[in-house]
């Protein structure tokens, strides 16, 4: 049995392979992690701006907008981490 975090973080996982998404979701949610799975962008970005997101895990290949325009869309909107 593996260990719990010590904290629920809210993570997001922005993965268009169905299989990889829901396989990174059941090892975060055993970890005692709350998951959200998305697999475009345009939703991670959704999310992101709604807030309490701790944690997101980004592929790089996604459709329409890839997972590097993300990243830059993500830290314009959010220069500065805020600590939790």
């Known amino acids: 049995m593996p260990p719990s975090l010590t904290k629920s973080f809210q993570i997001l996982v922005v993965e268009d392979e169905e299989d990889m998404r829901k396989l990174l979701k059941q090892i975060l949610e055993g970890l005692g992690c709350r998951v959200l799975e998305v697999f475009k962008a345009k939703d991670a970005l ?3 701006e709604a ?9 790089i290949q996604l459709p329409e907008i890839n997972g590097i325009e993300t990243l830059r869309r993500t830290r314009k909107d959010n220069p500065t981490p ?3």
């Open 46 to 48: 959704t999310h992101l």
């Open 51 to 59: 807030g309490g997101i701790d944690l997101m895990l980004l592929d």
């Open 82 to 84: 805020t600590p939790s």
